[in-house]
């Protein structure tokens, strides 16, 4: 494993607190994510019939497919004595424990229990959790009382307007806010060389209903384009598609635990008219696969410990992808902020710290936090990459 910058010990000073990069029960930023409703896997991922552990803001839960084709969450373990509840059947939407057979309804209610009296299972029910299926994910509301609707992103919605992908599911081995506050001025560094803009560029943000909305252009080229950045986890822009076209790429990056987490991508595939079969035909997210995920974050860690360098590798399939986890590992499993010194190509970093460090201190003191709302169509253009 690479020798990185570990994850500090937790202190209770108000400045860790308002940090939302510490995610667990009871931190306030886990408190304010936990109030809205989050990706945990990939759809296709998940036959129905199987079940699997998953581990989401540092809580450990079970995920499971109904013989129905609903997706269900529950408690990680069976009530009685405590083992892993995934090990177990799915029998139509129940599951069943793998180590006496006691059987879970897709509300955690107990509605068999084979060696006891039929009385004993009315008295047993572990938690459950909404859970709803959209946009080829799993999402899954972890807050307490009863859940908003799921947010909807309605120009992802429509395929008559491009091809949609669905991506990700990849664990990634550092803090989510490393990859949440990746900004336009890195493209010309860490993506030297690719398909993206080599521009150095400038950045104005500015706060909008959904959280922020960043201006990029360069004295060269002029405008480039777009990053919006929704709260509280996710970011959309463009990337280029390597047979010709472009993609509206919308990213959510969900804690696992404050060393960990997940990145889930849907987007709207635009290819040339004459790059279209190529790229059916490749499958846009083949470069994506979890399989790769081992081979990505090791090259990673092989260019951090200085046995490699990125401009030796020569499998270029996943090479921005390699360009980024070494940008964002290389900072800590968890970026230390107290020794930044942030200049005016930060300013939408700055301003999305402002605004979370606001809605948190809000939530502290039991005021009113900002409703986000997401527009009918976010403004992505093509122009973002070279």
């Known amino acids: 494993m690479v020798e990185t910058a570990q994850a500090r ?3 209770r000073s108000k400045r860790v607190e308002l940090d939302y990069a510490y995610t667990g029960p009871g931190t306030l930023a886990g408190r304010y994510l936990r109030l809205f409703w989050q990706p945990v896997f990939k759809a296709a991922d998940l036959p129905r019939g199987r079940a699997r552990p998953i581990r989401i803001l540092s809580e450990d839960l079970t995920l499971y497919r109904g013989e129905s084709g609903a997706p269900h969450v529950l408690a990680f373990r069976c009530a009685h004595r405590g083992t892993q509840l995934s090990t177990g059947w799915v029998e139509g939407d129940c599951i069943r424990c793998f180590y006496h057979g006691w059987k879970y309804d897709a509300s955690g209610q107990c509605v068999e229990m084979p060696a006891e009296d039929p009385s004993f299972p009315p008295k047993v029910r572990i938690r459950s959790y909404p859970t709803q299926e959209y946009l080829g994910l799993i999402w899954v509301y972890l807050g307490e009382g009863e859940p908003p609707s799921l947010r909807r992103f309605p120009q992802l919605e ?3 307007d491009g091809i949609r992908t669905t991506i990700g599911g990849n664990l990634l081995p550092y803090n989510y806010v490393n990859n949440l506050e990746n900004d336009p001025a890195h493209v010309p560094f860490v993506h030297r060389g690719t398909s993206f803009f080599q521009d150095i560029p400038q950045v104005r943000s ?7 909305r960043e201006y990029v252009w360069t004295a060269q080229r002029g405008f480039i384009g777009y990053v919006h950045r929704i709260m509280p986890n996710a ?6 598609i390597p047979e010709g076209g472009w993609a509206e790429f919308f990213l959510w990056l969900v804690p696992v635990d404050d060393a960990h987490h997940l990145g ?8 040339t008219p004459e790059a279209r079969e190529r790229f059916r035909e490749r499958g846009a997210s083949q470069r994506w696969l ?3 995920a081992e081979k990505i974050n090791a090259t990673a860690a092989a260019v951090l410990r200085g046995e490699l360098r990125i401009d030796d590798l020569d499998d270029r399939s996943t090479l921005e992808l390699v360009q980024d986890t070494v940008s964002q590992w290389g900072q800590g499993t968890v970026r230390d902020r107290q020794h930044e010194r942030l200049g005016r190509s930060d300013a939408g970093v700055i301003l999305l710290r402002k605004i979370w460090e606001r809605e948190l201190r809000a939530l502290a003191e039991g005021r009113p936090l900002k409703q986000w709302t997401i527009p009918e169509r976010l403004e992505l253009s093509p122009t973002y990459h070279g």
């Open 158 to 160: 429509r395929e008559d």
């Open 9 to 11: 010990p937790r202190q």
């Open 264 to 271: 889930f991508g849907v987007l709207m595939n635009h290819p």
């Open 290 to 292: 979890p399989r790769n």
């Open 235 to 240: 970011r959309a822009f463009t990337i280029p």
């Open 206 to 212: 500015e706060e909008t209903e959904y959280g922020t």
